[in-house]
């Protein structure tokens, strides 16, 4: 397919997850026939399950000891990973090289003081004026300098100054809908010629117990029996967490020949939605974001996003069975759990590798996913939030990188 001059393109990948570090690590490890296995720890947050960090040196992307010691676990992981990005893509370490690279990140809330959400619960236990208590107690324990570790931007501000990105700078938060608006706004603006070169992604730590309890009471969480995510059933369904930085470079295809770099793939769209959560609604939502069919959708690999609950997990399926009814769909979960904000911008990169391969990639769960025919020329990546919004990125293969 011929491209033009505003087509954005993927030059850069930067992933780690519990598979490991690299697209190439990831691609090996989804490519285990039969069925490829995931790393996940049963017993350290018992009975949930979690995709755990591998060994990192982060000192390869993050030299300095102070730099690592201000940052907690997400922002150095997506501090991480957006160095791994900026290296794949061959972008030198120049600051007046990256000071035209503009910033698009998907973020959390940030830190929390473990030891004052315990000290609030105890002595609110039981008590008959726990607004008095919480107040008190909130406004004597809390360290003044908590508020600044908060800010869901930190993570934007951690790339600028150890990796020198210093365009222009967009934090989306949001859980899976900040991913999905991070992709697509970065598309947006080099398809629009706003921008040039753009790094985007984000990251998310799952090995916390306050979050865990968070998703817990709320009902989400998978207990006791882990199974893969097309697996999970009414009454045993949920989410299993997993640690992930994911981060991209986009460029237009006009930037990326200027420079000589090679794409992994071509990202043709990406958009999203939210709305009122009934099954009928969600479903036509999702339904209008997913690119057409088309003739050859047995050379379309679907990467889907789900979290593991079976009433998302039947709108999703509904509606890519009857858009893609030959399409192998693989529920990439299973293999590095749910990571919220970065598990579009995961999906979008694991996307444009398997292209870049012409990876046939396997069953993660041999009862429920189709083996595929043919080595995928197309591949869309979708999202249905846990909670809300709703998404859809396709990427097409190009003559370019290959893996």
């Not at 755990?52 to 997506?78: A, C, F, N, V, Y």
């Not at 919480?134 to 150890?162: C, W």
């Not at 998703?215 to 882990?226: C, V």
């Not at 997993?242 to 793939?265: D, K």
């Amino acid at each position: 397919m011929t491209q033009n001059a505003r087509d954005v393109v993927i030059t850069g990948i930067g992933l780690v997850s519990s598979l490991g570090e690299g697209i190439a690590t990831h691609l090996d490890a989804m490519g285990r026939a039969p069925a490829p296995q995931p790393r996940i720890d049963a017993e350290t947050y018992a009975p949930y399950f979690v995709h755990p960090l591998p060994p990192i040196d982060w000192s390869s992307q993050i030299p300095k000891r102070g730099d690592q010691r201000q940052m907690e676990t997400w922002q150095k992981l997506g501090t991480y990973a957006a160095g791994l990005a900026l290296a794949d893509a061959g972008i030198p370490a120049d600051e007046a090289v990256r000071a035209k690279i503009d910033m698009v990140v998907a973020a959390g809330g940030g830190e929390r003081d473990t030891t004052v959400d315990a000290l609030v619960m105890d002595k609110a236990r039981g008590a008959n004026d726990r607004d008095r208590i919480v107040n008190e107690t909130l406004g004597s324990e809390l360290r003044p300098t908590l508020f600044l570790a908060q800010l869901s931007n930190l993570l934007a501000g951690n790339i600028s100054i150890v990796h020198k990105v210093t365009g222009s700078s967009r934090t989306f938060m949001g859980e899976e809908a900040a991913g999905i608006s991070a992709i697509a706004s970065a598309r947006a603006r080099i398809a629009a010629g706003q921008s040039d070169i753009c790094l985007v992604g984000g990251s998310f730590s799952a090995e916390r117990k306050d979050l865990i309890l968070n998703f817990d009471l709320a009902g989400l969480m998978l207990r006791d029996d882990w199974r893969p995510v097309s697996s999970r059933t009414e009454g045993h369904d949920g989410i299993t967490v997993g640690s992930v930085g994911a981060f991209l470079i986009l460029e237009s295809a006009e930037h990326a020949a200027a420079r000589s770099a090679l794409a992994y793939a071509r990202l043709v769209s990406a958009s999203g939605d939210r709305g009122k959560r009934d099954a009928e609604r969600t479903a036509a939502r999702f339904e209008a974001l997913l690119p057409e069919g088309g003739s050859a959708s047995d050379e379309t690999l679907i990467l889907s996003g789900a979290a593991g609950i079976k009433p998302l997990l039947d709108v999703e399926r509904s509606v890519l069975n009857k858009r893609f009814p030959d399409a192998p769909v693989r529920a990439y979960g299973t293999m590095l759990g749910h990571a919220f904000e970065a598990q579009v911008p995961a999906g979008v990169a694991l996307a444009a590798g398997a292209l870049s391969r012409g990876a046939v990639i396997p069953p993660f769960d041999v009862g429920e996913e189709r083996p595929a025919s043919a080595a995928p020329r197309r591949a869309i990546v979708t999202a249905i939030g846990h909670l809300h919004a709703e998404g859809a990125c396709e990427l097409e293969a190009v003559d370019g990188r290959r893996l």
